[in-house]
Antibody, heavy 120, light 106 residues
Framework: QVQLQESGPGLVKPSETLSLTCSVSGDSISSYCWSWIRQPPGKGLEWIGYIYYSGSTNYNPSLKSRVTISVDTSKNRFSLKLSSVTVADTAVYYC??????????????WGQGTTVTVSS | SYELTQPPSVSVSPGQTASITCSGDKLGDKYVCWYQQKPGQSPVLVIYQDNKRPSGIPERFSGSNSGNTVTLTISGTQALDEADYYCQAWDGSTVVFGGGTKLTVL
């Protein structure tokens, strides 16, 4: 079955760029749409953005100026970059796969999440 | 920006019916999903397209959408249903989550 695995540094310094990768196994990334979501400690879910295999993206307006999501179809993975991080960006970061019909289906496969702490 | 509002907490006795609401402007015109998240775990999709259940989700989970409010209903609630529940909708091309509801089974 499809599995997603987030990877990247667990500690990032303030003002630096957070970089994470989501590796997809059991399915080709060249289908569906793929999202990043985060969850600050003790808080709710916040959508960061999505990317199609074609490279088309859409971002949360509140984060848009700092976010870049890219895809590498040759390695079956997609990535997140969040620039100029602050302590407020400390969170568990999840990657997820959307269902076949984007605006109808939900995110039916999630990674296990990776904790990123912003601290000097 | 578009907002989805959920009650912070809902309590239910085992075997009873739990109802969790999610409200937003003209929400009835959108399709809504629901996710269950247990402590330390990733969210799990339990309802999509307002009232459809993914395979493997028990029949006791159901959803409805009317007007500005959608409702997740859990019939015959079990202790293992205790979790945080999030509604999610689309505002144009962006994903919006509700603030989450903690369901306590006691």
């Amino acid at each position: 079955q499809v599995q997603l695995q987030e990877s990247g540094p667990g500690l990032v310094k303030p003002s630096e760029t957070l970089s994470l990768t989501c590796s997809v196994s059991g399915d080709s990334i060249s289908s569906y749409c793929w999202s990043w979501i985060r969850q600050p400690p003790g808080k709710g879910l916040e959508w960061i953005g999505y990317i199609y295999y074609s490279g088309s993206t859409n971002y949360n307006p509140s984060l848009k100026s700092r976010v870049t999501i890219s895809v590498d179809t040759s390695k079956n993975r997609f990535s997140l970059k969040l620039s100029s991080v602050t302590v407020a960006d400390t969170a568990v970061y999840y990657c997820a796969r959307h269902g076949p019909v984007l605006l109808l289906d939900g995110m039916n496969v999630w990674g296990q999440g990776t904790t990123v702490t912003v601290s000097s | 920006s578009y907002e989805l509002t959920q009650p912070p907490s809902v309590s239910v006795s085992p075997g009873q019916t739990a109802s969790i609401t999610c409200s937003g402007d003209k929400l009835g015109d959108k399709y809504v999903c629901w996710y269950q998240q247990k402590p330390g775990q990733s969210p799990v999709l339990v309802i999509y397209q307002d009232n459809k259940r993914p395979s493997g989700i028990p029949e006791r989970f159901s959803g409805s959408n009317s007007g500005n409010t959608v409702t997740l209903t859990i019939s015959g609630t079990q202790a293992l249903d205790e979790a945080d529940y999030y509604c999610q909708a689309w505002d144009g091309s962006t994903v919006v989550f509700g603030g989450g509801t903690k369901l306590t089974v006691l």
